[in-house]
Protein backbone atom coordinates (compact mmCIF):
# COMPACT_ATOMS: atom_id res chain seq x y z
CA UNK A 1 0.00 0.00 0.00
CA UNK A 2 1.33 3.36 -0.76
CA UNK A 3 1.10 6.12 1.35
CA UNK A 4 0.53 9.78 0.94
CA UNK A 5 2.62 11.57 -1.68
CA UNK A 6 3.57 15.32 -2.75
CA UNK A 7 5.00 17.22 -5.67
CA UNK A 8 7.47 19.17 -5.72
CA UNK A 9 9.63 18.47 -2.92
CA UNK A 10 11.06 21.94 -2.95
CA UNK A 11 9.88 25.07 -5.01
CA UNK A 12 11.33 28.76 -4.59
CA UNK A 13 9.24 31.76 -5.62
CA UNK A 14 9.22 35.42 -5.90
CA UNK A 15 6.53 37.33 -4.18
CA UNK A 16 3.78 38.11 -5.81
CA UNK A 17 3.73 35.03 -8.01
CA UNK A 18 1.07 31.95 -7.55
CA UNK A 19 1.83 28.42 -7.19
CA UNK A 20 0.03 24.77 -7.05
CA UNK A 21 1.02 21.92 -4.50
CA UNK A 22 0.60 18.52 -5.49
CA UNK A 23 -0.75 15.58 -3.06
CA UNK A 24 -1.66 11.70 -3.93
CA UNK A 25 -4.07 10.63 -1.25
CA UNK A 26 -2.84 6.83 0.27
CA UNK A 27 -5.26 4.25 -1.44
CA UNK A 28 -8.31 4.15 0.11
CA UNK A 29 -8.63 7.21 1.57
CA UNK A 30 -11.33 9.80 0.47
CA UNK A 31 -11.05 12.84 2.75
CA UNK A 32 -8.07 15.18 2.06
CA UNK A 33 -6.82 17.96 4.82
CA UNK A 34 -3.87 20.39 4.22
CA UNK A 35 -1.86 22.41 6.91
CA UNK A 36 0.52 24.60 6.74
CA UNK A 37 3.66 24.38 8.84
CA UNK A 38 5.95 27.59 9.18
CA UNK A 39 9.50 26.57 11.33
CA UNK A 40 9.39 25.67 14.95
CA UNK A 41 5.81 25.55 15.05
CA UNK A 42 3.17 23.14 15.12
CA UNK A 43 0.90 22.34 11.32
CA UNK A 44 -2.17 25.03 10.92
CA UNK A 45 -5.29 23.59 9.13
CA UNK A 46 -5.98 25.14 6.14
CA UNK A 47 -8.70 23.81 4.51
CA UNK A 48 -10.07 19.65 4.13
CA UNK A 49 -12.02 18.33 0.95
CA UNK A 50 -14.07 15.54 1.02
CA UNK A 51 -15.70 14.12 -2.03
CA UNK A 52 -14.56 17.22 -4.24
CA UNK A 53 -15.86 19.74 -1.71
CA UNK A 54 -14.43 22.02 0.54
CA UNK A 55 -15.65 20.61 4.39
CA UNK A 56 -14.18 23.00 6.47
CA UNK A 57 -11.72 26.11 6.39
CA UNK A 58 -9.20 27.29 8.68
CA UNK A 59 -8.08 30.98 9.22
CA UNK A 60 -6.63 31.66 6.18
CA UNK A 61 -7.44 34.65 3.03
CA UNK A 62 -9.16 33.54 0.20
CA UNK A 63 -5.94 33.35 -2.15
CA UNK A 64 -5.55 30.05 -0.69
CA UNK A 65 -7.29 27.58 -2.69
CA UNK A 66 -8.04 24.02 -3.65
CA UNK A 67 -9.29 20.83 -5.36
CA UNK A 68 -10.09 17.50 -5.00
CA UNK A 69 -10.20 14.81 -8.05
CA UNK A 70 -12.14 12.01 -7.93
CA UNK A 71 -9.33 9.90 -8.09
CA UNK A 72 -8.44 11.84 -4.27
CA UNK A 73 -5.97 13.65 -5.40
CA UNK A 74 -6.06 17.18 -4.45
CA UNK A 75 -4.09 20.52 -4.98
CA UNK A 76 -3.71 23.64 -3.10
CA UNK A 77 -2.88 26.55 -5.02
CA UNK A 78 -1.62 29.79 -3.58
CA UNK A 79 -2.27 33.06 -5.00
CA UNK A 80 -0.42 36.56 -4.85
CA UNK A 81 2.78 35.08 -2.58
CA UNK A 82 3.90 36.50 1.07
CA UNK A 83 7.09 36.25 2.24
CA UNK A 84 5.33 34.89 5.69
CA UNK A 85 3.59 31.91 3.40
CA UNK A 86 7.43 30.45 3.44
CA UNK A 87 7.00 27.65 4.85
CA UNK A 88 6.73 23.15 4.41
CA UNK A 89 2.87 22.67 3.36
CA UNK A 90 1.34 19.21 4.55
CA UNK A 91 -1.06 16.86 2.80
CA UNK A 92 -2.89 14.90 4.88
CA UNK A 93 -5.49 11.95 4.00
CA UNK A 94 -8.10 9.82 5.82
CA UNK A 95 -9.99 7.03 5.24
CA UNK A 96 -13.71 6.96 5.18
CA UNK A 97 -15.15 6.73 9.25
CA UNK A 98 -11.83 6.98 11.05
CA UNK A 99 -10.17 10.22 12.42
CA UNK A 100 -6.53 9.43 12.50
CA UNK A 101 -4.74 11.47 9.56
CA UNK A 102 -1.68 10.04 7.83
CA UNK A 103 0.71 12.73 6.38
CA UNK A 104 2.86 13.16 3.56
CA UNK A 105 6.24 14.06 3.18
CA UNK A 106 5.43 17.74 2.50
CA UNK A 107 6.36 20.26 0.24
CA UNK A 108 9.01 23.08 1.18
CA UNK A 109 8.08 26.72 -0.05
CA UNK A 110 10.56 29.26 -0.10
CA UNK A 111 9.27 33.17 -0.91
CA UNK A 112 11.71 35.47 -1.84
CA UNK B 1 -11.08 28.62 20.65
CA UNK B 2 -9.24 24.80 21.08
CA UNK B 3 -5.33 25.32 22.14
CA UNK B 4 -3.07 22.95 22.82
CA UNK B 5 -0.33 23.66 24.95
CA UNK B 6 3.02 21.00 25.06
CA UNK B 7 5.94 21.22 27.47
CA UNK B 8 8.54 21.57 27.82
CA UNK B 9 9.83 22.91 24.46
CA UNK B 10 12.77 20.56 24.25
CA UNK B 11 14.28 17.83 26.39
CA UNK B 12 17.52 16.66 26.21
CA UNK B 13 18.12 12.58 28.19
CA UNK B 14 20.70 10.13 28.17
CA UNK B 15 20.12 6.73 26.43
CA UNK B 16 18.16 4.98 29.06
CA UNK B 17 16.87 7.80 30.69
CA UNK B 18 13.03 7.26 31.13
CA UNK B 19 11.25 10.53 30.75
CA UNK B 20 7.70 12.48 30.10
CA UNK B 21 6.14 14.59 27.71
CA UNK B 22 3.26 16.83 28.58
CA UNK B 23 0.68 18.21 26.39
CA UNK B 24 -2.57 20.05 28.08
CA UNK B 25 -5.82 21.05 25.76
CA UNK B 26 -8.52 23.27 25.64
CA UNK B 27 -11.44 22.08 23.49
CA UNK B 28 -14.96 22.28 23.52
CA UNK B 29 -15.84 18.83 22.85
CA UNK B 30 -12.86 16.73 22.18
CA UNK B 31 -13.13 14.10 19.81
CA UNK B 32 -9.66 12.48 19.87
CA UNK B 33 -6.17 13.39 20.69
CA UNK B 34 -3.29 12.05 18.65
CA UNK B 35 0.52 12.07 19.36
CA UNK B 36 2.58 12.30 16.18
CA UNK B 37 6.58 12.24 15.75
CA UNK B 38 8.21 14.06 13.53
CA UNK B 39 11.81 13.96 11.67
CA UNK B 40 14.04 17.01 10.53
CA UNK B 41 12.21 17.85 7.36
CA UNK B 42 9.71 15.34 7.50
CA UNK B 43 5.75 14.84 7.21
CA UNK B 44 4.34 14.17 11.09
CA UNK B 45 4.48 10.26 11.56
CA UNK B 46 1.19 8.80 13.32
CA UNK B 47 1.46 7.18 16.39
CA UNK B 48 -1.75 6.85 18.89
CA UNK B 49 -5.34 7.90 19.12
CA UNK B 50 -6.68 8.74 22.54
CA UNK B 51 -10.42 9.04 23.02
CA UNK B 52 -11.23 8.89 26.63
CA UNK B 53 -10.36 9.86 30.10
CA UNK B 54 -8.25 6.76 31.42
CA UNK B 55 -7.48 5.56 28.09
CA UNK B 56 -3.92 4.24 27.31
CA UNK B 57 -1.95 2.68 24.43
CA UNK B 58 1.67 1.57 23.99
CA UNK B 59 4.15 1.29 21.01
CA UNK B 60 7.52 -0.26 21.83
CA UNK B 61 9.28 2.45 24.05
CA UNK B 62 6.25 4.96 23.99
CA UNK B 63 2.85 5.04 26.29
CA UNK B 64 0.44 7.47 25.92
CA UNK B 65 -2.00 8.59 28.36
CA UNK B 66 -5.16 10.51 28.48
CA UNK B 67 -6.91 12.86 31.66
CA UNK B 68 -9.73 15.24 30.96
CA UNK B 69 -7.01 17.72 30.78
CA UNK B 70 -4.09 16.65 29.50
CA UNK B 71 -2.13 13.90 27.75
CA UNK B 72 1.34 12.23 28.19
CA UNK B 73 3.39 10.76 26.60
CA UNK B 74 6.48 8.27 28.54
CA UNK B 75 9.51 7.25 26.78
CA UNK B 76 10.98 4.54 28.27
CA UNK B 77 14.86 4.01 28.03
CA UNK B 78 14.96 5.88 25.07
CA UNK B 79 17.41 5.25 22.38
CA UNK B 80 19.11 8.02 20.21
CA UNK B 81 16.66 6.88 16.97
CA UNK B 82 14.17 8.24 19.28
CA UNK B 83 15.37 11.58 18.63
CA UNK B 84 12.33 13.48 17.14
CA UNK B 85 9.99 16.52 17.39
CA UNK B 86 7.05 14.64 19.31
CA UNK B 87 3.53 16.28 18.29
CA UNK B 88 -0.15 16.61 20.39
CA UNK B 89 -3.06 17.61 18.21
CA UNK B 90 -6.48 17.45 19.25
CA UNK B 91 -10.15 17.22 17.34
CA UNK B 92 -13.25 18.91 18.47
CA UNK B 93 -16.12 16.97 17.46
CA UNK B 94 -17.50 20.92 16.45
CA UNK B 95 -15.53 21.44 13.94
CA UNK B 96 -15.34 18.71 11.61
CA UNK B 97 -11.97 16.68 11.31
CA UNK B 98 -9.18 19.63 11.49
CA UNK B 99 -6.88 18.87 13.55
CA UNK B 100 -5.22 21.64 16.28
CA UNK B 101 -1.90 21.09 17.23
CA UNK B 102 0.34 21.88 19.60
CA UNK B 103 4.29 23.50 19.13
CA UNK B 104 5.93 20.07 19.57
CA UNK B 105 8.81 19.19 21.73
CA UNK B 106 11.88 18.59 20.76
CA UNK B 107 13.47 15.10 22.03
CA UNK B 108 17.22 14.97 21.95
CA UNK B 109 18.52 11.28 22.98
CA UNK B 110 22.80 10.89 23.65
CA UNK B 111 24.14 7.53 24.20
Known amino acids: ETGVTQSPTHLIKTRGQQVTLRCSSQ?????VSWYQQALGQGPQFIFQ???????GRGNFPPRFSGLQFPNYSSELNVNALELDDSALYLC???????????FGPGTRLTVL | EDQVTQSPEALRLQEGESSSLNCSYT??????LFWYRQDPGKGPEFLFT???AGEEKEKERLKATLTKKESFLHITAPKPEDSATYLC????????????FGAGTILRVKS
Open chain 2, 89 to 100: AVQDGEYGNKLV
Open chain 2, 27 to 32: VSGLRG
Open chain 1, 49 to 55: YYREEEN
Open chain 1, 92 to 102: ASSPLGYNEQF
Open chain 1, 27 to 31: SGHNT
Open chain 2, 50 to 52: LYS
